[in-house]
């Protein structure tokens, strides 16, 4: 049980990663990336195909994929999302789901269908562990990735809170043509956003093919985790979304102990939970049924309650 | 000497509605100019026009001579004009001190800072720790009346500067504003009549889009500004003489 625990909270590092990028777009830019999954699939294979084709070292291949990556979220951004945006609520969507469809099939192209990994690159990190007391073992790849995505987080909490762009991002999420009278490039700041964005995508990508194995068609189940993780620990937080990652890891670690096939429905139902309990908060609120709550929910998606 | 704001033929439209039709305005710079006109009038669209807000579909706006028609609202900012929104349009989750820093970190160089516009604003000096979402609707126009003036722009527009507030708060703002005059030239729309007319040098209504009456308020009559008011052009009326 205690073993599931920790297991859990570890893997939770992982799905607040990926969770987080999701959180920002939807946050700043105000629609939901449906392609995001793809995309960490797509920052796993790149830095899988520069180790093996390239022979470089995993260090140096991650940080040239996050950097690509953050280059292909402010392109996209630049030149698909807000074309995409001008034309309504629909089209974004629809426009990651095409997005996101030929990001499969270009990498079905260029990578193969078989399962991939970057677990043999890593040498012992793959499967060497520590012993705690009570006979418990921890992988260190799962410890230090959750060392790494606490750190990760904590440096966006301070690039928000801290700095000028931080501060512009947070005003543009909060209200963009408000943000534009005080000197803010609203279009500027969400193409940043948008690259941050990819570039979480791609290390929840890489930890993901540390620890696992990725096909070109892993992104839509990724995609899925990530939105339970940003529904249970609530939009526009990033520490919300370090807790919802926790949460919906450490339920499936605890529901693979009932049965390895409940893991996975485990998550999803906790998920299920969370936001039935969400909708039924703002019904109460608004005093008029679930059906206005679904709307105040489309209406008010950023951290800020200010209606879009 | 160059006028600090010059529009020239200026029309707005929302969709197929034309909101401001033609308007031309000349102001010197650190002139005090009301703009009163009743519900629909297209005030608001024009302090949008002039902030770049909102698209001119005809007309130039020059600003001390430089054409910015073009230029975005974050670069108008940047060009010396600021607008403090009908609305008040806070960052709600944001202190006070992080809705200034915003505008002082992306505005002009010049001698308005945080200490400079707590001087003029000092209701802001408790307030600036606190999230600007809890506050009353009096220290959220002083917030964003704060957030226009620390941005150091050279002609200020205030929109609905009385709108909602109570009297006793009323009056606090309109003190605070006598400490910029002179300092920039300001724009402010105003529903409050006897206010508008106390506080300005000059003074503007607009009736259905068009300017109907400029000049200063001493000149003007009670029965000119309510014709104005109410769009009634006396000069069509048929004469019964």
Sequence with gaps: MLDSLIQGILLGGYYAVLAAGLSLMFGVVRFINLAHGDMAVLGALSALWLVQSLGLGVPLAIVITLLGMAALGWLMQRFIFERALAGGFLVPILTTIGLGAALQNGMFAVFGSNTKSLGA???????????????????????????????????????????????????????????????????????????????????????????????????????????????????????????????????????????????????????????????????????????????????????TGRKA | MTDALTLTNLSGRHGQLQAVKGVSLRLAAKEVLAVIGANGAGKTTLMRMISGLHPAAEGEILLHG???????????????????????????????????????????????????VCDALPQLTALLHRPAGGLSGGQRQAVAIARALISNPSVMLLDEVSLGLSPAAVEGLYQSLETLRGHVTLILVEQDLTRAMAFCSRLICMAEGKLELDGPPATLTRQQITDAYFGIHKAKEPSHA
């Design chain 1, 121 to 303: 690159h890593i040498g012992s990190l793959s499967w060497a562990s520590w012993q705690l007391p009570g006979g418990i073992y921890v992988g260190q790849l799962p410890v230090y990735m959750f060392v790494t995505a606490v750190l990760v987080l904590g440096a966006l909490h301070l690039t928000l809170t801290r700095t000028a762009f931080g501060r512009a991002l947070r005003a543009t999420s909060s209200d963009a043509e408000a943000a534009s009278l005080c000197g803010v490039d609203p279009r500027r700041v969400q193409r940043g956003a948008a690259a941050i964005a990819v570039a979480l995508a791609g290390l929840a990508g890489i930890f993901l093919a540390m620890r696992a194995q990725v096909t070109p068609f892993s992104g839509p189940m990724m995609l899925i985790f990530a939105f339970e993780a940003v529904v249970i620990g609530g939009i526009g937080s990033l520490r919300g979304t370090l807790i919802g990652g926790i949460i919906l890891g450490v339920v499936q670690s605890l529901g693979a102990l009932l049965s390895p096939q409940i893991s996975i429905l485990a998550g999803h139902l906790v998920f299920l939970a969370v936001l039935g309990w969400r909708l039924s908060q703002l019904a109460a609120a608004e005093r008029g049924g679930w059906r206005l709550a679904l709307r105040a929910l489309t209406h008010k998606p950023d951290v």
């Design chain 2, 66 to 116: 430089a054409p910015v028609t073009s230029l975005p609202a974050h670069a108008r900012l940047k060009a010396g004009i600021a607008l403090s929104p009908e609305g008040r349009r806070l960052f709600g989750d944001m202190t006070v001190a992080e809705n200034l820093q915003i505008a002082a970190e992306n505005g002009r160089k010049g001698d308005w800072s945080m200490a400079t």
